[in-house]
């Protein structure tokens, strides 16, 4: 399996996450995909190429055109205004206040784009997340060309982040870009399955009226982690895509034994949408001794999970997501992956 990885994600390397009323060194930083890239060296899983430029058309009519321009521009409106740090957002529209009136000033402007403050933006950020869709990219046209699989080792991840608004460590969501990329390459249906900790809601609001874009996840339950207040289990879809969404959220202290079964459902239930080509959603933040999540999930059960994946006999484009316990988040990826190949 070939994976796709770029250097740019050193551009994103902000020194503060907002977590328990302090600012701690970011969960979400640059070593994560160097032990990835480690461990795909060392278990020889193939080839680590660069993925070239982002074609930002994919992403310019999947999201929202005022979104992009103000990643683009943010941190330059921000410097200008003169405020001295990494961008947090410190504000944002709540309940009583106007959701749809973009403010021109950048503090606010910020609040309007964001959902969740711990996440930081700095001068690389839009940069290294255009440089986590190339990698995208590249997977979905490997795919499309005809590979079983491919795997992009993307950082920043994507799947907090929807149509115009970023969080979560998240700002482009690069799971969703990749199954629109295979459903304009010609698969009819194309399922996206998100094995991160967290509820993939960017995805699954991108994707909510759709039928032909199916989305499962299995998640913490959102009553005690993040997202919160997205990721229940009666959130089956809108419109023509009423059924096409599940969520299976479970509680804290999760084993292998109940999310595997989780896994299984999820499984069949793609495998009863007709899903053509899947994306993967992969964060292993499942794992025992991830430092933001609470599941229990040993460094093996990530193999089986990849087996279950791979017998679903579909092309995959697997996508990094989340995972933050440092020393084992190459062991546990590459184990997704080994499991998946079989
Ligand atoms: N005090 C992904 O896994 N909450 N994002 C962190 C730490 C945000 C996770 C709380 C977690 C976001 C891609
Ligand atoms: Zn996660």
Redesign the pocket.
Known sequence: MKTFFSEDHRLHFPQAEL??GEFVTP??RPSRVEYIRNRLISRGLGAIEDPGPVDMDPVQTLLDPGYLRFLETAWADWKAAGMAGEIIAANVPARGMHMDRVPDFIDGKVGYYCH?S?TAMTAGTWAAAQSSMASAQAAVRQVIGGARSAFALCRP?G??ATRDQYG???FLNNAAVAAQMLRDGGAARVAILDI???HGNGTQDIFYDRGDVPFASLHGAPQDT?PYYIGYADETGRGAGEGANLNLPMPPGTPYSTWSEALDSAIARIAGWGAEALVVSL?V?AYRDDP?SFFKLDSDDFTDAGARIGRMDLPTVHVM??GYAIEAVGINTVNVLEGFLG
Do not use: L, N, T
């Open positions: 977590s328990g969960f979400e969740a711990e991840p799947h907090h979560g460590y998240c991160d900790f967290h993040y964060g933040d933001i997501e989340g």
